[in-house]
């Protein structure tokens, strides 16, 4: 069953933050991440006003996505992360 994750991205330092990306890169790519969106516009249909960056990746499973975010290679970079950004992050099941 698929897996996605959804963060809520918060930008305080964007030269921090794309340094990054660049060390995240290649842990999502080794448990076949598949990013469905980085941000952009988006529109509030209900609730409170969101200014946050909004990011959807999905995963082949929940399995995957929590071996992803516990591996030594994307905890080194959430440690590089700090201070850059502040995060809200879940783990969703798909629907299959």
Known sequence: MTAY???????L?????????GVA????GAYD???????????VLEGPAEDRTCV?????SME?????????EYQ??????EGAANMQVLLIPGGD
């Open 5 to 11: 994750v959804v963060a809520f991205v918060e930008m």
């Open 13 to 21: 330092d964007e030269k921090v933050f794309r340094d990054y990306q």
């Open 25 to 28: 890169g290649s842990a999502f």
């Open 33 to 43: 991440a598949k990013f469905l969106t980085r941000g952009g516009d988006h529109k």
């Open 56 to 60: 959807l990746v999905e995963f082949p």
């Open 64 to 72: 995957k996505a929590e071996a992803f975010w516990n591996s030594p």
């Open 76 to 81: 080194a970079a959430i440690k590089m992360r």
